[in-house]
């Protein structure tokens, strides 16, 4: 059975910093490329960042030099380190792996990012 698991969400201010974490069982995580995603209030859910098996990033254009993504293979875990916040990055953080232009697995609980202006 998968699940994902985020963690690491809270309220911070405009140009403030949050580090996520998302736990993954019941998958081969190693070969998995992993994606974050979120959901603003009122608007569909958006690809913000994804790693390969192998480390390779890639960056949705509005985070790009602010968000990291990074994993860690032998702790099956992938992080989102955000610097530079800014309000329109409110919303609920989701992790989960990417298929075609959708997504593999059922969505977990996510964590909420409030950043206040």
């Known amino acids: 059975q998968v699940q994902l698991v985020e963690s690491g969400g809270g309220l911070v201010q405009a140009g403030g910093s949050l580090r996520l974490s998302c736990a993954a069982s019941?998958?081969?995580?190693?070969?998995?490329?992993m994606a974050w995603y979120r959901q603003a209030p009122g608007k569909k859910r958006e690809f913000v960042a994804r790693?390969?098996?192998?480390?390779?990033?890639v960056y949705a254009d509005s985070v790009k030099g602010r968000f990291t993504i990074s994993r860690d293979n032998a702790k099956n875990t992938v992080d989102l380190q955000m610097n530079s916040l800014k309000p329109e990055d409110t919303g609920v953080y989701y992790c989960?792996?990417?298929?075609?232009?959708?997504?593999?697995?059922?969505w977990g609980q996510g964590t909420q990012v409030t950043v206040s202006s």
């Open positions: 989960n792996v990417p298929l075609g232009s959708g997504t593999r697995y059922n």
């Open positions: 019941g998958i081969i995580f190693s070969d998995k490329t």
């Open positions: 790693i390969s098996g192998g480390g390779w990033t």
